[in-house]
DNA sequence: TATCCTTACGGAATTCGTAAGCATG
DNA sequence: CATGCTTACGAATTCCGTAAGGATA
C-alpha cells in the first residue's frame, strides 16, 4: 500500500472513474494508474471499482466503505506537510482563497490588503466560482479557504464562520422615477424591468423570497453573476438593478444612484468556510481572524481543532 | 513521504529513540531506518526527532505535533487492511485477545468456546500480561482487545464496555477455624496470614480499599498473579486466600473450602477495551458481543464508529 | 469507430543491505 | 571500547512510460 494508490483511487472517484482522467489530473499515464489501482486491489484482496468489461463504472460495497478511510489518510497526509511547513517556514507559504466574483471584487479588497502586509512571503491566490464550486474547491482539497454568501453550510464537508452582513440596493439610472419615490416598496419595484444576480449568487435567493412573499412576480429580464456586468446594463438602461450595496460606489459610478433598500429585502450573511480535519497554517487562521474579527481567535482554533484532532489517539 | 517513514518514525517512539531497536523490531537493517527517517525529515523540512550529536534523545517540538498525525494515519492503514479482509474472507481472519491469567483461565474459557464454534476459521490469539501490559498491547495495535479487571479505564487510548460483575472470597483449607464462623468480617480475616494477588491484579485494590476503610492492616504474607498460584500456598497451609470466586472449582480443589465474601469486597467489573479509532472485523464485534450480552450489538457498533467514523468527511 | 482499460517489455529510478567511519557515554 | 548513527557503494528490486491488444458503447 503507498500514496499513490490511495491518490488515485481517491481521484478515480472524483473523475467519474475515468482512469483516462486521472491520469491526465495526476500527470500520469493511463497505464500506471491503472496498474497501481489493481495492485492495490490485489494487496487487500477486494475489487474497490465495479467494472463492466473493462470499463469502472462506480466504487462496489467495499470500495465505498474504504474510500472515506483513503481520503481521511491522504488528508492527514497534507496535513503532516503542512504542519511541517508552518516550522520550518513560519510566514511563508501559500494560501488558495476559493471565492465569488462579489467578495473578490469588493469586499475582501480591505482584508486582502491587511493579510498581505503581515504576511508578504505568502502567495496569495483567489480561485473564482460559484458558491457550489467554491464549496466543492475547499472539500476536495483544491483551496484552504472558501468565502461566498450561499451554499457553504449545505457542504457536508465544510466548517462555517459567520462573517459580515450586508444588504442589497437597488439601483437606477441618474433621473429615473424612483429618485423621488420617498420609500421603496416591493410592489414599486415589481413595476419595472429587473436587472440582478443569478440564481446561485449573491443573496439571489433572499431577492426572490421577499418578492414571492408578497405574491409578487418580478420581471427580471437580465442576471448576471457580478454587479459590474449588472451596472453596465442598468447603466444602458435595460431596467433597475438590485445588487448588493457594497458593490455600489458613488465616485466610480457617476451615472448610477443607489436607493436604500435594506428594509425589503433580508439582510445576507457572508461566510467562510474550511474543510473539517484539515491543518490550516496559522497564516489561514489569521486571515480567518481578519475576516471575523469579532471571533476571538482562540475560539476559532479550537472549533478546527475539534475536526482534526477529535480521533482521541 | 510513504508509510515505510511513517511506521519507523512511530516505531522510534515507542523504542525510546533508538534506531537500532527499529531496526530490529520491524525486520530491516538499522542504516536502512536511520536512511528513511531522514528522508523524511528532509522531505518535510523540519528534524522530527531530537538529537545530541549522533544518537536520538526525543522528539522536536514539531516532532510532538506530527506524530499523532502519523500514528493516525498508520490506525487508517490498518483499518484499511481490516477493512477489506472483512469483505475477501468473511469469517477467516486472526483475533487477538490481551488479558490476565485470570480472565484467560476462567472467565473467558466459555466465552471462546462460544466463540470457536461460530468462528472456526478464526485464528484467536490469547496475549497475557498484567492489566497495563494487556492495555498497552491494545493500545499499540499488537492485540485487538484488552479484558481486564483493571487499568483498562485509564488508558486514553481505549473504549471500554463494561462486562460481568464479580465477587472475592476466601478460601481456606478444609476443617480451618474460619469455616465454622457464621458470617465473616473484615476482622476476621485480619487475624490470619493472607495470601491473594499481586497489587496490580485481579482486583486487589478492592481488597486493600476494604481493609483500609476500616483501619485494619492485613497480613499479606504472598502474593501471586493468578489463582492457582495462590490456592496452592493456601493448600500448603501458608494462609487464608482470596481469590475471585469464579476462580475456585469445588470438584477440583477437593482440599479447599470457599467462604463467601461478596459484603465484605466491593463487586470488581471486568470490562473488555479496544482501540479508539481502530476498525474491527465482524467475528471482534461477536466476541465483545458475547462478553457484553445484555449490552446489543447495535450499541456497541455505534460506539465504536463514533471513534472510527467521527472525522467527517 | 472512438474511447477506455489491461498487459508485456525494458530502461530508469529507487530501495536496501553491507561495510566502513565517526560520535557518544 | 561498546553502543549507536551516518554515509558510500553497488546489487536487486521496483517503478513507470511506451506500445500493442482487447473490450465497450
Redesign the pocket.
Known amino acids: 500500500m503507498?500514496f499513490?494508490q490511495l491518490k488515485f483511487v481517491r481521484e478515480?472517484s472524483r473523475q467519474d472513474?475515468?482512469?483516462?482522467?486521472?491520469?491526465n489530473a495526476v500527470?500520469?499515464?493511463?497505464?500506471?494508474?491503472?496498474?497501481?489501482?489493481?495492485?492495490l486491489e490485489d494487496e487487500l484482496g477486494v475489487e474497490i471499482?465495479q467494472?463492466?468489461?473493462?470499463?469502472?463504472?462506480g466504487l462496489t460495497e467495499p470500495g465505498k466503505q474504504l474510500l472515506p478511510v483513503v481520503e481521511r489518510i491522504l488528508l492527514d497526509a497534507e496535513n503532516l506537510r503542512r504542519m511541517a511547513e508552518q516550522f520550518a517556514r513560519e510566514d511563508v507559504g501559500r494560501l488558495d482563497v476559493a471565492t465569488t466574483h462579489t467578495q473578490a471584487r469588493y469586499a475582501l479588497v480591505p482584508i486582502i490588503k491587511t493579510f498581505r502586509a503581515r504576511f508578504p512571503k505568502v502567495h496569495l491566490a483567489l480561485h473564482q466560482g460559484n458558491p457550489n464550486q467554491v464549496a466543492d474547491m475547499v472539500g476536495q482539497g483544491e483551496a484552504d479557504i472558501a468565502i461566498a454568501t450561499e451554499a457553504l453550510d449545505a457542504h457536508p464537508a465544510l466548517v462555517t464562520f459567520p462573517g459580515y452582513r450586508w444588504h442589497h440596493c437597488v439601483i437606477v439610472p441618474a433621473g429615473h422615477d424612483l429618485e423621488r419615490a420617498s420609500k421603496l416598496t416591493l410592489e414599486m419595484l415589481a413595476e419595472y424591468p429587473i436587472v440582478t444576480y443569478d440564481p446561485q449568487f449573491t443573496g439571489r435567493s433572499h431577492i426572490d423570497k421577499a418578492f414571492a412573499a408578497k405574491g409578487l412576480a418580478p420581471d427580471v429580464v437580465i442576471t448576471a453573476m457580478d454587479a459590474d456586468v449588472i451596472k453596465t446594463y442598468v447603466d444602458a438602461g435595460f431596467g433597475i438593478g438590485i445588487v448588493a450595496s457594497i458593490a455600489f460606489d458613488r465616485a466610480r459610478d457617476q451615472h448610477l444612484r443607489q436607493l436604500e433598500s435594506g428594509h425589503l429585502f433580508e439582510a445576507n450573511t457572508t461566510k467562510l468556510g474550511v474543510r473539517k480535519g484539515a491543518y490550516l497554517r496559522n497564516f489561514a487562521l489569521e486571515f480567518i481572524h481578519l475576516f471575523t474579527p469579532e471571533l476571538e481567535r482562540a475560539k476559532i482554533q479550537s472549533t478546527l481543532k475539534k475536526y482534526l484532532a477529535n480521533r482521541d489517539l
Open positions: 503507498n499513490n478515480a472513474f475515468n482512469l483516462t482522467e486521472v491520469a500527470f500520469v499515464t493511463q497505464s500506471g494508474v491503472s496498474r497501481k489501482i489493481k495492485e471499482f467494472r463492466r468489461g473493462k470499463r469502472l463504472t
